[in-house]
């Protein structure tokens, strides 16, 4: 007996579009097909899309340490009501994690209070590379992947010293994800920048050349150590070219919505509202960005979810903290780029869950098929909807996409067979999300 049973879904894989059944079991995926009645509950899915929920490789959900940004309960609804089924939680929360213990605190905070299934990524230090190589070997850890900043951002996780940066790449064998701005090159334009600073300086003094320095290093310490690295929202045309030109087995490389939404132009209206680590860049990244998505010369699309209040952000330019956030808009955004046909369904169903679930090994996710978790987005094209403060479920209470006309939100989300969404509805907001690893 199936527990759930989708009739005639259009399923949306990387390589095509079928129309099936999907029978929902234990929380799994048992049957694709023309499958046979028996089940508890039947919904008629035609002229709708089933896409695999989206695993968010990059969110910032502030707990522990700033709960009135964002908690892992208002975080993870986000995620839910945006399509994002799974989410990889960052480090630099307060206190960073960074070990063991500061691991075991966050994934506690994470089983009392997630809706959608998550993993954690630990923090890289100067002097802790040998920790996290031994952490890598204790499977009860949820970590899916290391996490070093070789520029300062949000927090206190910096590593600048090469040979720092070379021993956590010599140590270990987790794919490193990379926040690159060169810590130099940005003392540097700071140091170069005279006068008063508003949000439209934000690029001068966090400059491209910070980047690509940064991933011209990373490329070559993956190289020389077969470690494989995984670069962070990426901004810039040049550091497509250079991911391009790499080993693909070896250097993945994700582009946050943001940053081919958006642009620098947009700061005039936007201000510290689009201050963000690493900045908005010119409109011709954006079209660069946009087309390589559309080539899947880009491995995931992540969000780098980053909340801060309304208060924070109205600071003056100095004092207003980097960071924005993205997990409800995502998917709508993905999806605006197949209205104008820069994207397939197909190749969303790649960027935003098939290969990132496979770059850090979250193997029951990011597919549809059967043995996979049933986390499942039920869509249907339709008129745009304009996106209003109300709705939204993050705890900081804003978007820099108020306003703006997006696809419709999803019609339904199940994790792991559980109906979450409805008519772009939280539904149920019970914390029953679980480790993405070590269920393999």
Not at 96 to 112: E, F, H, N, P
């Amino acid at each position: 007996m199936h527990d759930v049973v989708l009739r005639d879904a259009r399923i949306v894989r990387p390589e095509g579009i079928v129309a099936a059944d999907v029978a929902i079991a234990g929380g799994g995926i048992a049957e694709i097909g023309d499958v046979c009645s028996g089940s508890a509950e039947e919904l008629d899915c035609r002229g709708a899309f089933l896409l695999p929920g989206l695993v968010d490789l990059h969110v910032h959900l502030r707990e522990p340490g700033a709960p009135w940004k964002e908690t892992w309960r208002t975080g993870t609804g986000a995620a839910a009501v945006g399509g994002v089924t799974t989410v990889c939680d960052m480090p630099n929360s307060q206190p960073a994690t960074v070990d063991a213990t500061s691991v075991r605190l966050k994934a506690d905070l994470a089983r009392a209070g997630a809706i959608v299934d998550w993993a954690l990524f630990v923090g890289a230090t100067r002097d802790n590379a040998e920790d996290l190589a031994r952490l890598e070997e204790d499977a009860t850890l949820p970590i899916c992947g290391v996490k070093l900043f070789v520029g300062a951002s949000t927090g206190t996780l910096l590593v600048r010293e090469q040979a720092a940066i070379a021993r956590h790449f010599a140590l270990g064998r987790r794919r490193i994800a990379l926040h690159a701005e060169a810590e130099d090159r940005l003392e540097e334009a700071e140091r170069a920048h005279a006068g008063p600073s508003t949000a439209r300086d934000h690029g001068a003094l966090r400059p491209r050349e910070a980047a690509t320095e940064a991933v011209a290093l990373a490329i070559s310490l993956a190289e020389r150590h077969e470690r494989p690295v995984h670069v962070c929202h990426a901004s810039t045309a040049e550091e497509l070219a250079m991911v391009r030109s790499a080993r693909r087995d070896l250097v993945s490389v994700e582009v946050a919505p943001h940053h081919f939404a958006l642009c620098d132009e947009d700061l005039a209206w936007l201000g510290n509202l689009g201050r963000v680590n690493p900045p908005l860049r010119s409109r011709r990244d954006t079209e660069v960005l946009r087309d390589a998505l559309g080539r899947r010369e880009v491995d995931a699309v992540a969000t780098d979810h980053a909340p801060h209040t309304l208060v924070e952000k109205a600071a003056p330019y100095r004092r207003a903290p980097s960071g924005l956030p993205g997990l409800e808009t995502s998917l709508r955004l993905l999806l605006r780029e197949v209205d104008t046909r820069r994207l397939r369904l197909e190749d969303v169903a790649w960027l935003g869950a098939e290969r990132p679930a496979a770059l850090f090994g979250l193997t029951r996710k990011g597919r549809i098929a059967t043995g996979s978790d049933a986390d499942l987005v039920l869509w249907r094209p339709g008129p745009a909807v304009v996106l209003r403060r109300e709705v939204l479920q993050t705890r900081c209470g804003w978007s820099p996409y108020e306003g703006w006309a997006l696809p419709p939100p999803p019609l339904a989300v199940w994790v792991r067979g559980r109906l979450v969404v409805r008519e772009g509805r939280l539904v149920d907001a019970t914390p029953r999300g679980l480790p993405a690893t070590g269920r393999c």
